[in-house]
């Protein structure tokens, strides 16, 4: 169901002035750098940038976050095609066959299969989110404080269960993370895990955290290397043959078409995103095609699949934070955070209440998609360029905009002071193998869950049967479950059934 007076709405707002339009450009050139860079994630770069949207109004705002996110799912790509290393971990399967393709000498067509698949997979994702928005928003209205409290849970376990043997780590990391998010006073006035401190009574800087978390954290691990890439030859990049990919590209709408779908229903997972939706597509194109052994030998299918999915996951988790509030990643933790800055809530109240709102950022990221093929075919030599950059101009360039950013944010030391501890904390984590992504997410969603089993408790008066009488709350529960134990399970019994082989 299409509210089409709201969509006229969300046109006026689009198009009453050209001050939205503005952040476009810049946005897309930001996610392309970042996205192109690897180790500096597309999360990292919305994290640098976030405070710079308190200037903008929400609809700016937010052009301004999806520009980067559309302009980062393509650039991740760029140097895993060239260089055979992801930019983001939503570029793994792109790495599989765009690198092939590189030594044999096909690189521009590779970067052109990878553009056209990123341009119409980010397409795909936000037509699916503009048929169904409506219908998710009237499904999830149904749901209360119960089910929204169960829903946080699975989504946190989801994220911790995506490094497979590392899930109590990860669910380690994610209740850390929902500790720290219920610092400062409660909903009914007392005061938690301020340890005596007056500045904590408002709980911690979430956006200094996470950019101290996602940001400078990151940057510590690539402190002893000289240059991203050492090897001066792998940074060559040549310019001719990039049309001839993309029209590479459309001759495979079927791969193309799946790959996308995939992602938007992978995407629309919380925690999940396209750090798995560009591998299941990967997988799945693979499986169903007539010479799969083609494939990790430089097969343009193969990297159809992975971006045309990753970047059409955009989609997907843009529809999960709409409707539900709750993000899928990364990314749209930064835009939820984006969302308090502007005292607006996402969920189901927003979706119905400002449906114009949705609408146009909805056809917003349409332009987008189409602005990245221009601005993607004339960046694609000078991205390359990047990581050319010394590692000791870099960092140093970086952690500066963290820290101005920060401190512009909070207006005093806390917001530096923030950065600097969550940095070391994120550092630990991830030389431990703790969920970064799990933590961050934990934060912003520590209040949110503290929220609904208050609330919970209240309607059901402390009596534990309210849950059974919910048949929803106990479905989502029971997917909590499956998600929890059916890697462990699956494991024993492949291990048993080879045990019977060998005998």
């Not at 269960?161 to 610092?183: N, P």
């Not at 030599?381 to 944010?409: D, E, H, Q, T, Y």
Request: charged share 10%; proline share 5%; glycine share 12%.
């Amino acid at each position: 169901m299409i509210d089409f007076g709201a969509v006229g709405q969300g046109m006026d707002l689009l198009f009453s002035s050209f001050g939205p339009w503005l952040v476009v450009v810049p946005g897309i050139i930001l996610g392309l750098i970042f996205g192109a860079t690897p180790g500096l994630q597309i999360s990292m770069a919305m994290a640098i940038f976030l405070p710079m949207t308190m200037y903008m109004d929400f609809i700016q705002a937010m052009l301004f976050l999806t520009a980067i996110f559309t302009g980062g799912s393509f650039g991740a790509g760029i140097p895993a095609i060239l260089m055979n290393i992801p930019g983001t971990s939503s570029a793994i399967a792109t790495a599989f066959d765009g690198y092939p393709m590189a030594r044999k000498g096909q690189h521009n067509q590779a970067l052109g299969v990878a553009l056209a698949s990123s341009v119409i997979g980010a397409l795909i994702g936000y037509v699916v989110l503009f048929f169904m928005i409506q219908p998710l928003s009237y499904m999830v209205l149904r749901l209360g404080p119960a089910e929204m409290f169960v829903v946080i849970l699975w989504g946190m376990t989801l994220i911790a269960s995506l490094k497979g043997e590392q899930v109590l780590k990860g669910l380690v990391a994610g209740f850390i993370g929902l500790l720290v998010g219920t610092i400062g006073f409660s909903e009914i006035g007392l005061a938690r895990g301020t340890m005596g401190q007056t500045y904590l009574l408002d709980g911690v800087p979430v956006i200094p955290a996470m950019m101290g978390m996602f940001a400078a954290s990151e940057l510590f691990k690539l402190a002893n290397k000289g240059f991203i890439v050492e090897s001066a030859d792998d940074r060559k990049v040549k310019i001719g043959e990039i049309f001839e990919g993309c029209k590479m590209a459309i001759r495979y709408p079927v791969v193309m078409i799946r790959g996308g779908l995939i992602g938007v229903l992978v995407g629309a997972v919380p925690g999940v995103g396209s750090s798995v939706s560009n591998l299941l597509s990967y997988i799945e194109t693979k499986r169903r095609d007539r010479d799969p052994d083609s494939y990790g030998k430089g097969n343009p299918k193969g990297v159809v699949a992975s971006e045309a999915a990753n970047s059409s996951s955009e989609g997907g988790s843009m529809a999960t934070l709409l409707a539900l509030g709750i993000p899928g990643g990364g990314a749209t933790a930064v835009m939820l955070a984006a969302f308090a800055m502007h005292n607006i809530t996402g969920g189901p109240q927003f979706i119905r209440q400002q449906t114009d709102v949705v609408y146009a950022i909805i056809f917003a990221n349409f332009a987008q998609v189409f602005l990245l093929v221009i601005i993607g075919l004339l960046f694609i030599p000078l991205l390359a360029n990047i990581v050319k950059v010394p590692m000791r101009f870099l960092i140093p360039s970086v952690l500066v905009l963290a820290v101005m950013g920060s401190f512009g944010l909070t207006g005093n030391m806390t917001g530096p002071a923030t950065v600097l501890v969550f940095a070391v904390i994120g550092w630990i984590f991830r030389h431990y193998g703790y969920s970064v992504p799990a933590a961050v997410i934990g934060m912003l969603l520590g209040s949110l869950a503290e929220k609904s089993l208050l609330h919970s408790y209240q309607i059901s008066g402390g009596d534990i049967s309210y849950v059974f009488e919910r048949p929803v709350t106990l479905a989502i529960f029971a997917l909590l479950l499956i998600s929890l134990f059916s890697q462990p399970l699956m494991k024993r019994l492949k291990a048993r059934q080879e045990a019977v082989q060998l005998r």
